[in-house]
């Protein structure tokens, strides 16, 4: 069951970080730092081609520099991140990347109540019983490290 609950949580957390919805805006309207989303004529296509969605002719990236006749974004790569500048005139469709904050909330709530879940069920102990005289003492004995002297301290016995 535990396994089920850690499994159920991994597949949680994936699914419910970094909820971002692109709203349709004019290149003019995006700032410094926005996450956007650039459609591209087939010209900067071509020529960004390892950035480039192909499902959509677009670009994914943060806005570093607005310019009268270009825009500057970062773009990310698996292995490293590099900066181009696109020319207004080749932006056909731009997109500004909202958080969706429904999503992130509940997918928050989520994740807390599988982490209250699997704390709940780790706390019932799973069956096992306290070893002990019956007391209230639990004599368990669990070694946290243990080492071992080379030498004896018998002196001549």
Same mark, same amino acid.
């Given at each position: 069951?535990?396994?089920?609950?850690?499994?159920?949580?991994? !597949?949680?957390?994936?699914?419910?970080?970094?909820? !971002?919805?692109?709203?349709?805006?004019?290149?003019?309207?995006?700032?410094?730092?926005?996450? !956007?989303?650039?459609?591209?004529?087939?010209?900067?296509?071509?020529?960004?081609?390892?950035?480039?969605?192909?499902?959509?002719?677009?670009?994914?990236?943060?806005?570093?520099?607005?310019?009268?006749?270009?825009?500057?974004?970062?773009?990310?790569?698996?292995?490293?991140?590099?900066?181009?500048?696109?020319?207004?005139?080749?932006?056909?469709?731009?997109?500004?990347? !909202?958080?969706?904050?429904?999503?992130?909330?509940?997918?928050?709530?989520?994740?807390?109540?599988?982490?209250?879940?699997?704390?709940?069920?780790?706390?019932?102990?799973?069956?096992?019983?306290?070893?002990?005289?019956?007391?209230?003492?639990?004599?368990?004995?669990?070694?946290?490290?243990?080492?071992?002297?080379?030498?004896?301290?018998?002196?001549?016995?």
């Amino acid at each position: 069951m535990m396994t089920k609950l850690r499994s159920l949580l991994l !597949v949680l957390t994936v699914l419910s970080t970094a909820c !971002v919805s692109y709203v349709a805006t004019d290149v003019s309207q995006v700032s410094p730092q926005d996450k !956007v989303r650039l459609e591209l004529d087939a010209e900067q296509v071509n020529e960004l081609i390892t950035f480039v969605d192909p499902a959509n002719r677009s670009i994914t990236g943060r806005v570093v520099n607005l310019f009268a006749d270009s825009v500057s974004v970062v773009l990310q790569t698996p292995a490293s991140f590099t900066q181009v500048s696109i020319p207004r005139r080749s932006i056909l469709g731009a997109y500004v990347g !909202v958080a969706d904050t429904k999503k992130n909330f509940i997918g928050s709530a989520v994740i807390v109540g599988a982490v209250a879940a699997i704390a709940v069920k780790g706390f019932q102990g799973n069956g096992n019983t306290r070893v002990g005289d019956g007391g209230g003492i639990d004599e368990t004995r669990v070694p946290f490290f243990g080492f071992r002297i080379p030498f004896s301290f018998g002196f001549g016995r």
